[in-house]
């Protein structure tokens, strides 16, 4: 069993900074793509930032110069540094993984953390 769990989230002004975090835990073999995705309300879910093993990274349009993503592969955790933080970035924020476990590669979701923006 594999699990991501996020934490990091919160409520802030806007041009304020949050980092997001999310370890995945249980029986890994390996993980391979690691990514950030965020859904607010009545939007679709829409992929923030992404970020491969081997450290490529790719951003959402609307994020680059203000969000990075990084990666700990000795700690299987994701981050997410958020600077310069605005209204239309409030979200929930979920990360996802491509983990390789003894049944073969799986993607896992996190249960999500709010981000919330003060204008």
């Known amino acids: 069993q594999v699990q991501l769990v996020e934490s990091g989230g919160g409520l802030v002004q806007a041009g304020g900074s949050l980092r997001l975090s999310c370890a995945a835990s249980g029986t890994i073999f390996g993980i391979n793509d690691m990514e950030w995705y965020r859904q607010a309300p009545g939007k679709q879910r829409e992929l923030v930032a992404s970020i491969t093993i081997g450290g490529s990274i790719n951003c959402a349009d609307s994020v680059k110069g203000r969000f990075t993503i990084s990666r700990d592969n000795g700690k299987n955790t994701v981050y997410l540094q958020m600077n310069s933080l605005k209204p239309e970035d409030t979200a929930v924020y979920y990360c996802?993984?491509?983990?390789?476990?003894?049944?073969?590669?799986?993607?896992?979701w996190g249960q999500g953390t709010q981000v919330t923006v003060s204008s």
């Open positions: 996802s993984a491509e983990v390789y476990t003894v049944t073969g590669r799986h993607n896992y």
